[in-house]
């Protein structure tokens, strides 16, 4: 096992045991070093090893500290309408006594192959709504939504914390789920600023297309979600 693996997986060995507890700043890097028999680069990697994981944080020109243990929110993905989903998701988080809101981050002609694709190729530009969900003050989710030019002028400022209510409330539709996909990706420059993770943390990403009540589709959505701060659920229910 490399060395930097055995010192990150002591040190979390230690916040796991409760030896290091959170809100506690971690030894200097020297004193680490010493401490593992280790030089200074090795122990800078145990501990970016154990940033990216959400175990410690960085705070420039204080420390590194131990991160407070917050527990992943499960996002339902089985429901059928996107009403239902919105719906479950916020009580998730109001179960925690955490209050939710969507972000608008900017809005703007930005065509994308495969959402042009999904929607059936409309006449004239997409649009794009970026959103950034924040939970406490805290980032979650960056969301990309693409829309045809006849719907996007319904999204100006996310109503109620939902851009999938702006565009329902404001043209009469019911959004319901076409299809849903799940993969992984590491956390970019601008993913690091937004999400407050380093480059390269580990991303939980969630496409899908949304069709409204006459089967027309008319939202394609593309999410990225830190990966110490959610997880996608699907329920089955019995028989």
């Known amino acids: 096992m490399p060395l930097y693996r055995q010192v990150s997986d002591a040190l979390a060995e230690r916040i796991s045991c409760g030896g290091l507890v959170p809100g506690d700043r971690l030894p200097s890097e020297a004193e680490l070093g010493a401490e593992f028999g280790v030089n200074r680069l090795t122990v800078r990697q145990a501990i970016s090893e154990l940033v990216r994981s959400g175990k410690l944080r960085v705070r420039q020109g204080v420390g590194t500290f131990v991160a407070s243990a917050v527990p992943p929110i499960d996002i339902d993905v089985a429901t059928l309408t996107v009403e239902a989903a919105t719906a479950r998701t916020t009580s998730a988080f109001s179960a925690h006594g955490w209050t939710v809101r969507e972000q608008l981050l900017g809005r703007d002609e930005q065509d994308d192959p495969e959402a042009r694709a999904q929607l059936d190729d409309p006449t004239g530009p997409l649009h794009r709504v970026r959103t950034l969900t924040v939970a406490n ?68 990403i969630r496409e899908g297309l949304n069709r409204d009540q006459d089967g027309r589709p008319v939202v394609y959505v593309h999410r990225r979600a830190r990966a110490d701060r959610a997880r996608f659920v699907l329920r089955h229910e019995p028989d």
């Open 137 to 204: 003050g805290e980032p979650w989710i960056l969301s990309s939504y693409w829309l045809p030019a006849e719907l996007a002028g319904a999204v100006a400022e996310p109503s109620d914390g939902d851009v999938f209510a702006a565009v329902t409330h404001s043209n009469g539709l019911q959004l319901r789920y076409a299809w849903r996909s799940f993969s992984a990706a590491a956390a970019t420059a601008d993913d690091a600023q937004r999400l407050h993770v380093p480059v390269g943390s580990p991303l939980l």
